[in-house]
């Protein structure tokens, strides 16, 4: 057989070219590289859905923008440098496991097996649940509150009264709901004072109440569900200079939608006196001090007061930065992870400044050195707050509390300072020169970028590099969040005193108790605050020294917990005695809901928790003041009767759904004469039950109203009411009501 020759060499025929197979190293580092991906994956899942979804939605981007290999890297980086933190983190909120319960002394009297099971049952679930707080919503958040209520109410309703004596029965009870609470990372209420002195039962008997309490355990639980949150934020570096400063987004939506939903509801509020005299509540809400621009007014004046008697005395102003140790940091000042982070919150930090200005105040006192001026507490962009003090004392002591500061300041973590750098980066003191400025200029900064961003527009921030009048909301959010007091006067006389006599109308009253409320009277009503502190016995002044203090006014009443109500009712002299006072507070007042827009005269209007339009000694059915027409009231009645089964098939949207809450308020209004809120008649609109002055109500989403068996009112009351009302018999058996 001759060779083929072809004409070109690429036509040629070539040996096959063969996949070169894997080496044994190669294949075990990809089989390494998909077991650490699928770690991280399952690792990850652990983890609440509130930051582990953000977390995907970056990777899952980063997938589509650079490829897998490059996201699957990416991911793995991340969870071998950040799951350590959220691990962190997620333990210092998780609730323990039930053999504390198990194992505790005050439930082994009736520990037998059948209770064991029962009780680690229960427990267990509402552990399990609790350990879910960041992902469960308000409505969930609420049920389980109302579950361990229930669970402590049924603990205290089947312990038996082996107790010889009134006061042993209530501490038993106390410790058997305190240890339930404690297993649920709370504290409970009168702890420390409870169990470090003797207990009398006007402290034993609210205490429990409060953990018998649904409400109370939906406002600590709520608190504790959204620090986790954010906690868990600032550690996936999400609050930083990189993402968003001081506070997470979803921190930021939810304190706007909270401003909003409570402006809504003052709106629609009004405040009514014993006369039945109305004022808007709204138009008081911004007339009070939770107006920042009133806030921010009032800290401006008693600033000013300030200055004005550092220069009448001949005292200086010092300016000081404390600055917390870098392992209370969860983000450098670059944006990156810091390694050495304690997984402290800022509400940490904040107690470990509480703590060293304690320390501090203690040494200053010891050494016979007094102060006076205003602490401001900022964050910075990973949301770690920091000190700001403005003080005010005599020139020859500006040394000495200096000394002192900077010992204190840089007493944790003194190996990490070695330079004067990384010193004054703990602790940094600036004199207030009058020449360049006034102390108000100076710190008028830091109290607009913390309250609303007055005057500052077109500044950049240091922290963030973003404006200072939008970073004010973030700041705003940071504070409410962690619940973070952001102003605090050291020395003088209390605000509130300022804030009574200011609301005198007619000044005769204060000159006729005494000259010197006269005067303080005349100076707090002109903003003069130098000349209130001078009245009042000086910026020293101790608190049992005061010359004008509160005067408080126990009422009839008491809240739900079995405690008197104690309000401020005015001021009073010290020089004459309690019982010459100086009422600033004439009126009582009430909120009730605002009238319809006709401006018609009813009583039916007021929201109170006794029906307000119907005479307890008569039979007859509330007058609604709203005439019917017959056909209306047939239509009305046949409404009422018509069988749950009889109504047509109907999906709400959004208009309709506004419209049959407007229906079912109107008809609720008609049949029972009280008006309720949006959130009862949308609760009614989904088909819940309500008993509303007298009247079983069971709503549709239609917006029909219907009535309820009494078979069925029966049931209902029962299963309502039946826990409160055993315990409640419990504490009335024991300690009658007075």
């Known amino acids: 057989m001759s060779e083929v020759h072809y004409a070109w060499s690429w036509n040629a025929p070539r040996p096959a070219i063969a996949t070169p197979g894997l080496t044994a190293a190669q294949e075990q580092q990809r089989n390494k590289r998909i077991a650490a991906l699928l770690d991280a994956r399952r690792e990850l899942d652990r983890y609440p859905t509130c930051v582990t979804a953000g977390l995907r939605q970056r990777f899952a981007w980063l997938a589509d923008q650079r490829g897998a290999p490059r996201a699957n890297t ?14 962190h983190v997620t333990e210092r909120y ?43 919503t308000k409505a969930d958040i609420d049920l389980l509150g109302g579950d361990i209520a229930s669970l402590i109410r049924g603990e205290l309703d089947s312990a038996p009264d082996e107790a010889s004596s009134e006061l042993k029965t209530l501490h038993g009870w106390y410790l058997r709901a305190a240890h339930l609470c404690q297993q649920f990372t709370l504290t409970p209420p009168g702890w420390e004072r409870i169990t470090g002195r003797y207990a009398c039962e006007e402290e034993l008997g609210p205490a429990i109440m409060r953990m018998c309490n649904a409400l109370w355990w939906r406002g600590r639980l709520r608190r504790i569900a959204s620090a986790w949150r954010e906690h868990l934020q600032i550690a996936v570096g999400n609050v930083s200079r990189r993402r968003t400063p001081y506070a997470s987004k979803s921190c ?71 600055t917390a140790p870098s392992a209370f940091h969860a983000t450098l000042s670059a944006g990156c992870p810091n390694r050495h982070w304690n997984g402290a919150s800022p509400a940490d930090t904040q107690r470990y400044f509480a703590s060293l200005w304690a320390r501090i105040r203690a040494r200053l006192h010891r050494q016979q050195i007094r102060l006076f001026g205003i602490r401001v507490a900022e964050p910075h962009h990973d949301g770690t707050p920091h000190w700001h003090l403005l003080a005010f004392m005599r020139p020859e002591e500006v040394d000495q509390v200096r000394a002192i ?94 804030r009574e006599l200011r609301r005198l109308v007619d000044d005769r009253a204060a000159q006729h108790l005494s000259t010197k409320v006269a005067s303080m009277q005349q100076a707090a009503d002109n903003g003069d605050w130098a000349g209130y502190v001078t009245a009042q016995g000086g ?81 007859s059915a509330p007058e609604t003041g709203i005439p019917l027409t017959r056909p209306e ?61 007298g009247v079983w109500c069971r709503g549709a ?17 029962a299963q309502r009411h039946r826990a409160a009302q055993d315990i409640l018999a419990r504490f009335a058996a024991i300690r009658p009501q007075k």
């Open 539 to 619: 910026p020293f002044v101790r608190r049992d020294a005061l010359r004008v203090r509160l005067w408080y006014q126990t009422g009839e009443q008491r809240n739900p917990y079995g405690e008197e109500k104690v309000a401020v009712r005015g001021v009073y002299d010290t020089a004459l005695g309690r019982e010459q006072p100086l009422v600033t507070r004439l009126k009582s007042w009430k909120i009730v809901p605002k009238r319809a827009a006709g401006g018609a005269e009813d009583s039916t209007c007021a929201w109170s928790s006794v029906p307000n339009c119907t005479d307890p000694h008569s039979g």
């Open 94 to 136: 998780r609730a323990g496991g039930v053999q504390q319960v198990i194992s505790s002394e005050v439930f082994n009297y009736r520990f037998d097996d059948a209770y064991r099971r029962y009780l680690a049952t229960r427990v267990m679930d509402l552990l399990a649940r609790f350990n879910r707080l960041p992902d469960l």
């Open 405 to 498: 500061l900077r010992d204190y300041a840089c007493e944790a973590d003194r190996d990490e300072l070695t330079d004067e750098r990384a010193r004054e980066a703990r602790f940094h003191a600036v004199a207030i020169d009058p020449d360049k400025g006034s102390a108000t200029g100076y710190i008028a900064k830091y109290i607009a970028k913390n309250v609303d961003g007055y005057a500052l527009d077109g500044e950049r921030d240091r922290e963030s590099g973003g404006l200072l009048k939008q970073s004010a909301a973030a700041v705003s959010a940071w504070a409410a969040r962690w619940h973070i007091r952001q102003f605090q006067f050291i020395g003088g006389a209390p605000v509130t005193v300022y």
């Open 252 to 322: 930021l939506s939810e304190w706007r939608e909270q401003k909003r939903r409570t402006r809504e509801f003052l709106k629609g509020m009004e405040l009514e006196d014993e006369e039945g005299n109305r004022i808007s509540l709204i138009d008081k809400y911004d007339a009070s001090q939770a107006n920042p621009a009133i806030r921010r007014c009032e800290l401006m004046t008693r600033i000013r007061g300030f200055e004005d008697l550092c220069a009448r005395q001949g005292y200086v102003g010092d300016f000081y930065t404390l």
């Open 701 to 717: 989403y239609r917006g029909e109203l219907f009535g309820i068996s009494p078979c069925a009112r029966r049931q209902t009351a």
């Open 74 to 87: 990416a991911l793995i980086a991340f969870c071998r440098r950040m799951l350590p933190r959220l691990a």
């Open 633 to 693: 009231r047939r239509r009305l009645t046949a409404r009422l009767r018509l069988p749950k089964r009889r109504r047509p098939a109907f999906v709400p949207g959004r208009a309709d759904e506004r419209d049959a809450i407007r229906r079912i308020l109107t008809d609720i209004h008609i049949v029972t004469g009280e008006t309720v809120s949006d959130g009862q008649a949308y609760a009614l609109l989904k088909g819940a039950t309500a008993h509303i002055n």
